[in-house]
């Protein structure tokens, strides 16, 4: 049987592994913070023995890549056949508003990017070996991570700075993009998919429309230059850069379409599963 073995079943992770499981794949996970059902991150290595495939969450530190830097000669020595990298799009850097896609060269303009791009290369050092599936993922939404919380808890704003347009990718497109690309049981070798909706679109824009669906008032419109004073660095370095993700060859490589294709169907399926999930009195 297929064994897939996550390391850090968070957000991403644990709706990955539900999609892998219905795929008929046993699922082992690792979480550093003990949650039930899951192995510590210290004690991987005789899961790493018997795994086929290999997928990581981790983001890297000013150390590099921690499932490499801690299980790298076990990884490297494993009989794994497909190693997937959740990565991010920040690897293209500010591109002024223009199209980049699965083929455009990373060129980093931050630290964070920077260290994605290293961790990528690390990973795709195994590809002589296994297949290599690097993930680029946009701004990852879903239940319990979306507009409607910020609203919700009055931390939303609705910061206007025109032509800032970036993508999104619903939780559920991300693991029906990962199980699809293994069970492709590709060859030895490195691929690159982007994973982002179909309408990049300006913040703002997403704000009015949960805060249309929850049927409440959106916050007042603040220019960008009055809210970046407040703004946290790492906020600061999101908005400094500004970049439009293609996906359409990932889509064709992967059989796939987006469940969620633009903010407003994800929107829509956040609330019906929170209304179906919410107790009857």
């Given amino acids: 049987m297929n064994h897939l073995l996550i390391f850090g079943l ?30 510590p991150f210290d004690a991987a290595a005789p899961v790493i023995l018997r795994a086929t495939h290999i997928l990581t969450t981790a983001a890297p530190d000013a150390a590099g890549d921690p499932v490499l830097a801690r299980y790298g000669a076990e990884i490297a020595a494993s009989g794994a056949r497909w190693f997937g990298y959740l990565s991010s799009t920040v690897v293209y850097g500010n591109r002024d508003g223009g199209w980049v896609d699965e083929d455009t060269p990373p060129a980093p303009t931050q630290e964070r990017g920077a260290r994605r791009v290293a961790a990528e290369q690390a990973w795709a050092a195994l590809a002589g070996k296994a297949a290599v599936d690097l993930f680029r993922l946009a701004g990852i939404y879903g ?74 008032s959106p916050p007042p419109a603040v220019p960008f230059e009055q809210a970046a004073a407040s703004m946290s660095p790492m906020a600061r370095g999101f908005w400094a850069e500004n970049r439009k993700v293609a996906c359409t060859k990932t889509k064709a490589a992967l059989s796939l379409a987006w469940r969620y294709p633009t903010y407003r169907e994800g929107l829509r399926a956040i609330l019906a599963e929170e209304a179906a999930d919410r107790p009857v009195e």
Wanted: proline fraction near 7%; charged fraction near 20%; aromatic fraction near 4%.
């Fill in 10 to 39: 968070g957000f991403s992770g644990t709706a990955i592994a539900a999609q892998a499981r219905a795929a008929g794949f046993s699922v082992s996970a690792t979480t550093r913070s003990g949650a039930p059902a899951c192995i």
């Fill in 143 to 216: 239940p319990g991570r979306s507009a409607f919380d910020d609203l919700r808890t009055g931390r939303a704003r609705q910061t206007i700075k025109p032509g800032h347009q970036f993508g999104r990718i619903h939780r559920d497109d991300i693991a029906r993009a990962v199980v699809a690309a293994m069970r492709q049981n590709p060859p030895p070798g490195r691929r690159v998919f982007n994973l982002s909706d179909d309408e990049p679109s300006e913040s703002a824009a997403v704000i009015r429309e949960a805060a249309a669906l929850l049927g409440m």
